[in-house]
């Protein structure tokens, strides 16, 4: 018997979950075309962890779950692919990336987007998910090694959020590090990512569907599976 069929599964996150170099068939639809999944889909493209203006808020997406209180029995989500962009012409990630304990004792109905850090919004994320979802099983997606995010800055956050997880009892799928997808190859690009913005080559950042069926959904259903 199929321990994934049927189950029920709230995807939230950025471009990555929603699907958005693949036509928007995401993470959700795959579960549920690959393993008869139910999913409900809360992810937006272009999402960040830590609040920028103009830009869609994780925390929000989270506050939106909870007032619908739907009936889950995993919850998938990743976060920190646009939190690390950096702009050109500018030196700083979109977000700054924060200290630990930040999020500590800040409730997620009270925090205060005029200033906030990746870090801290992350670990209001995490210790939201088991307060109000105690019975779902979590799991966060780390993305590849993006071509188009700055080296050192995707592996700081990525290993920041991956920390906090650790803390929180949260799985993680981990592809940065269990899989071969690396977007600075040139090849791997353009095979494995979409062509969103119509440059004639992959994008380094949302996967195609060859992306999301040989290391993304490989490995995501495999963690649920341990779960």
């Not at 639809?29 to 994780?58: D, H, N, P």
């Not at 994320?125 to 188009?148: Q, S």
């Amino acid at each position: 018997m199929d321990k994934l069929s049927q189950k029920k599964v709230v995807v939230f996150g950025d471009s990555i979950m929603y699907g958005s170099g693949n036509g928007g068939k995401g993470v959700a639809e795959y579960l549920e075309e690959m393993r008869k999944m139910k999913c409900t889909k809360y992810c937006i493209g272009g999402a960040r962890v830590g609040f920028q203006a103009g830009k869609s808020w994780i925390i929000d997406q989270l506050k939106k779950i909870i007032d619908d209180a739907p009936d889950c029995d995993y919850m998938i989500f990743d976060g920190f692919t646009n939190d690390c962009n950096i702009v050109e012409g500018k030196i700083q990630c979109d977000v700054p990336l924060g200290e630990r304990g930040e999020g500590k004792d800040v409730d997620i109905y009270s925090v205060n987007s005029a200033k906030t850090t990746f870090t801290q919004c992350f670990e209001v994320v995490a210790k939201t998910l088991k307060k109000y979802f105690p019975k779902a099983k979590v799991l966060f997606v780390r993305p590849h090694k993006m071509g188009r995010r700055n080296a050192v800055c995707q592996k700081v956050y990525g290993d920041r959020a991956a920390e906090i997880c650790k803390e929180y009892g949260i799985a993680v799928a981990d592809i940065y590090n269990k899989t071969a997808l690396d977007t600075f190859d040139e090849g791997m690009r353009d095979k494995y990512t979409g062509d969103t913005y119509g440059w004639g080559k992959g994008d380094c950042t949302h996967p195609s569907a060859l992306g999301y069926t040989t290391f993304y959904m490989p490995l995501i259903i495999s963690e649920l599976e341990k779960l």
